[in-house]
């Protein structure tokens, strides 16, 4: 999702590109060039002649050492296949090891049009979400200054009210672990243009989302949260976020080409990249984001390289610190594991925690930007990647960049673990229908998890297959039970896990998705294996019976058959008839408006208020409407009908029903 740190609930970006008269063609040009940062620092410690390797033991595989020269030769073969490919316009990729800047390449343009190339050192990027790990650092700089509790209420550091979930008010640590309940909410994330940001505070009370679960208990992703954190950052400081970041972060940091500021600064507003979310398209104007400290960052690869590097030597750069060690390892630390078995959320950091060595981090999208920052604290490397272009070639850009950096260096060996002889019967508890915990529960976006959401079935062979989770090949993954209620991936080496209560499922999830949210049971009370189809097959007998109106009618003209019906029964017979236009009209502007906002977050800045009104205003005269219909088809059914206009017997009916197709009016 827009300003999330992966898109496994489908992300929601828009589209809003400029004049096609003059577009910025991506795929015409010849292969896009790389830079250097010309002030490369290398470290001579892990610097080697291409090829060298370390080997581990007499006979293990050789695994090739992380130097400088053969990490450059291995991304230079990744990032412009990956760049020709997928279409991307271009990518920086950034590598921090043992305090030093290991590599610092940029590949493609910032801007194709002008063959502008991307600049690790100049060239701004938006790292989405990744904003995020600014608002967490400056949070805790504040709970070490004495200023800020974690566990305290929210509110007491509020202007306004955060309203109770039954009784049980969220704290900074729920915040900071995405575990505070909120309902997702996309309502003016995004602003259609600058006369419409909202300061900060303003947004926050304007949009606050429902809680739709017990805090601490449910993961689920909240950009909300993180921008609430901002603010209560923004009122204990007495300053505001920008400059606030600015003060405390971005200058000991040395950060002097980044800012969460919305327009850029002039300064730097030259330098942005443009946004590019289709090969062949032209780019789309800077995103503006309402929550800023959720996601309004626009920084350089070197930039963030600084902010790595802080975080992985104690929170010091140079000479300055921005936290003391101790809070840095406490908020490096897990701080909640939704589901025994799987990796964990440190504070305000995903962490990778079950496969090989540690791993933290966070990633980022956008409209136009795809971003990860990993971090391997034992072994003091961070490695931070930024594609701008078609989401889907992004996302697989970075997914691959850093899965491919951990198991050329770091490779784990799994463990050959048997299958389980109970992986039929957890399997069978296993199958159902699930939902994502990240999602609207109380707006109109809520309709969308009928039309998402994940199927979990039992194989043959006892594996188990869930529709949402597929390999690189687009096929869809199975899993055996090598431990009680974990599932290894065949040919892989993901996990998947289930939270149990006795012989019940709460909620699954694997390595695939984020520990900031898991897919849960959908109730059978609004499951889509019964609404659905009901769903469309009333639909279709609305259209059907829409459809056979005018067909009734050619047949009374060459029949030369004329209705009879008094006022009363005309009266209903054209309100059954506006009825059926109305109901169809109002599935059929719903569903425009799920694909409007799910292609169009910006839309939902009031773009689409208009259409919402109206869709309400059809559903509400539908009410009425549909007793009017009721009471003709029950005058219909009694003999009287009021489409074919006369009594009849249960023959006739059927008859008129045959020919006219109207009796059901």
């Not at 096609?20 to 063609?25: I, L, N, Q, T, V």
């Not at 390892?329 to 799987?342: C, K, V």
């Not at 950096?405 to 957890?426: C, E, G, K, N």
């Not at 005058?635 to 009594?647: D, P, V």
Request: proline share 7%; net charge positive; hydrophobic share 45%.
């Amino acid at each position: 999702m827009v300003l999330s740190d992966t898109d496994p609930t489908a992300s929601q970006t828009f589209a809003n590109p400029l004049p096609a008269s003059d577009p910025a063609r991506i795929e015409a040009l010849p292969p896009p060039p790389s830079v250097a940062a010309p002030d490369l620092a290398l470290d001579p410690s892990t610097a080697s002649a291409p090829g060298a390797i370390l080997v581990e033991a007499v006979g293990a595989a050789p695994i090739p050492q992380l130097g400088a020269a053969d990490l450059e030769a291995y991304i230079d073969g990744l990032v412009p296949q990956a760049i020709a490919r997928g279409g991307l316009a271009g990518a920086v990729v950034v590598v921090v090891k043992d305090g030093q800047l290991l590599l610092s390449k940029g590949y493609g343009y910032a801007d194709v049009e002008r063959r502008k190339p991307m600049d690790p050192a100049r060239t701004l990027l938006r790292p989405g979400s990744i904003s995020k790990l600014f608002t967490w650092t400056a949070v805790m700089q504040l709970v070490e200054r004495g200023k800020l509790d974690l566990d305290a209420d929210v509110n007491t550091y509020l202007d306004f009210k955060i309203r109770d979930y039954y009784g049980q008010s969220i704290t900074l640590r729920h915040l900071m672990t995405h575990s505070a309940g909120f309902e997702e909410s996309s309502k003016h994330l995004f602003a259609a243009d600058p006369s419409r940001l909202r300061k900060l505070g303003d947004y926050l009370k304007a949009v606050q989302p429902r809680r739709i679960y017990a805090p601490g208990t449910v993961p689920a992703y909240s950009n909300y949260g993180a921008a609430l954190a901002g603010y209560i950052v923004e009122r204990v400081a007495d300053q505001p976020f920008d400059d606030y970041v600015e003060e405390h972060l971005f200058e000991p940091l040395r950060m002097h080409r980044s800012s969460f500021r919305q327009p850029l600064p002039k300064g730097l507003a030259g330098d942005m990249a443009q946004s590019y979310v289709a090969a062949g398209a032209a780019p789309v104007p800077f995103e503006l984001v309402n929550p800023a400290p959720a996601g309004s960052l626009s920084s350089t690869g070197e930039d963030m390289a600084h902010f790595m590097l802080a975080q992985l030597d104690q929170g010091r750069y140079g000479s300055d610190a921005i936290l003391q060690p101790h809070t840095l390892q406490s908020m490096q630390a897990t701080a909640l594991r939704p589901i025994p078995g799987l990796d964990a959320m440190a504070l305000g950091f995903f962490r990778r925690d079950g496969r090989g060595p540690v791993v933290i981090g966070h990633g980022g999208a956008t409209e136009a930007f795809q971003s990860s920052l990993m971090l391997l604290p034992a072994h003091r490397l961070g490695v931070f990647v930024s594609a701008d272009g078609p989401a889907r070639a992004g996302r697989a850009l970075h997914r691959d960049l850093i899965e491919g950096v951990i198991q050329r260096y770091y490779p784990s060996p799994l463990a050959d673990l048997p299958t389980l002889p109970t992986a039929h019967l957890h399997g069978e508890q296993l199958r159902g229908r699930y939902e994502n915990s990240r999602g609207s529960a109380s707006n109109f976006l809520a309709m969308a998890r009928l039309f998402g959401g994940a199927t979990v079935v039992l194989n043959d062979d006892d594996t188990i297959a869930v529709s949402s989770l597929r390999g690189r090949d687009g096929r869809i993954k199975r899993w055996r039970e090598i431990e009680p209620y974990v599932w290894r991936e065949v040919g892989g080496d993901s996990r998947l896990a289930a939270k149990m209560s006795g012989a019940e499922v709460v909620a699954i999830s694997s390595d695939d998705v984020p520990a900031a949210m898991w897919l849960q049971p959908v109730p059978g009370w609004r499951s889509p294996g019964w609404m659905l189809p009901l769903l469309f097959a009333t639909l279709g007998v609305q259209a059907l019976a829409l459809s056979l109106w005018p067909v009734a009618a050619v047949v009374r003209y060459q029949t030369q058959r004329r209705l009879r019906l008094d006022g009363r029964e005309r009266d209903l017979r054209l309100l059954t008839m506006f009825g059926l236009i109305a109901n169809l009209s109002l599935a059929g502007l719903w569903w425009w408006l799920l694909v409007r906002a799910e292609a169009s977050v910006r839309a939902l800045d009031g773009g689409l208020d208009g259409w919402m009104r109206l869709a309400q205003l059809l559903g509400l005269l539908s009410v009425p409407i549909a007793i009017v219909a009721c009471l003709n088809a029950r005058a219909a059914w009694r003999g009287r009908c009021s489409a074919c206009g006369g009594y009849a017997r249960w023959r006739s009916r059927r008859l008129a029903w045959r020919w006219s197709g109207s009796c059901s009016r």
